[in-house]
């Protein structure tokens, strides 16, 4: 089945630095990739995705990036804000009807 | 339009006991998901169901986890009895066709004493 990968487990960064995050993936059929934001006791919600015919995809302050060669995607934020300090997952699907894994997660803080 | 709607949000229980978690998806989304999320990681499913038929509950513990999903919109997490193990977040989630995207309830915290 399909696993997901993700680093780093933490990070840390300086108000307006830029973050990024690595997640590969096992199955080279996904094709769904979505990036979830989980800020403390709350519910994690989609920030961004991206699909396998699309190499990067932008956000305002975020991107995401896809290398199905290397079964590689990354979320990028930019100009980082207090507010971005969350817990972030990766997670992918194999088709449209399939279940979604999801990576270990990277918490992020940034610093004022 | 409401989200994803889940009860109870905290639950406290001694270990042997029974407990129960419902979850009403979002109107018109034919699927859902119950994930499992412990303390620092990442949610882990543990059954999807399209409309009311459970299509992936490979990772659900079927000695002591039970769920039924009735007429194909709300469902029920029955655990039973509780192990100390147990203690973790139970996400629900649902999607629709056409994006797929998942939209999570706020979850239930359940802590097995």
């Known amino acids: 089945g399909e696993n997901v990968e993700q680093h780093p487990s933490t990070l840390s960064v300086q108000e307006g630095d830029s973050a990024v995050i690595k997640c590969t993936y096992s199955d080279s059929a996904s094709n769904y990739f979505p990036w979830y934001k989980q800020e403390l006791g709350k519910r994690p919600q989609l920030i961004i995705d991206?699909?396998?015919?699309?190499g990067e995809k932008k956000d305002q302050r975020i991107a995401v990036t896809l290398n199905k060669t290397a079964k590689h995607f990354s979320l990028h934020i930019t100009e980082t804000q207090p507010e971005d300090s969350a817990v972030y997952f990766c997670?992918?699907?194999?088709?449209?009807?399939?279940?979604?894994?999801f990576g270990p997660g990277t918490s992020l803080s940034v610093i004022p | 339009e409401a989200g994803v709607v889940q009860s109870p949000r905290y639950k406290i229980i001694e270990k042997k006991q029974p407990v129960a978690f419902w979850c009403n998806p979002i109107?018109?989304?034919?699927?859902l998901y119950w994930y499992l999320q412990n303390l620092g990681q990442g949610p882990e499913l543990l059954i999807r169901?399209?409309?009311?038929?459970?299509?992936?509950d490979s990772q659900l513990p079927k000695d002591r986890f039970s769920a039924e999903r009735l007429k194909g919109v709300d469902s029920t997490l029955k655990i039973q009895p509780a192990e100390l193990g147990d203690s973790a977040v139970y996400l629900c989630a649902s999607s629709e066709v056409v994006t797929g995207e998942l939209f999570f309830g706020e979850g239930s915290r359940l802590t097995v004493l």
């Open positions: 169901y399209e409309n009311e038929e459970a299509v992936d």
């Open positions: 991206i699909r396998s015919n699309v």
């Open positions: 997670a992918a699907r194999l088709f449209s009807y399939d279940k979604v894994i």
């Open positions: 109107s018109g989304h034919n699927t």
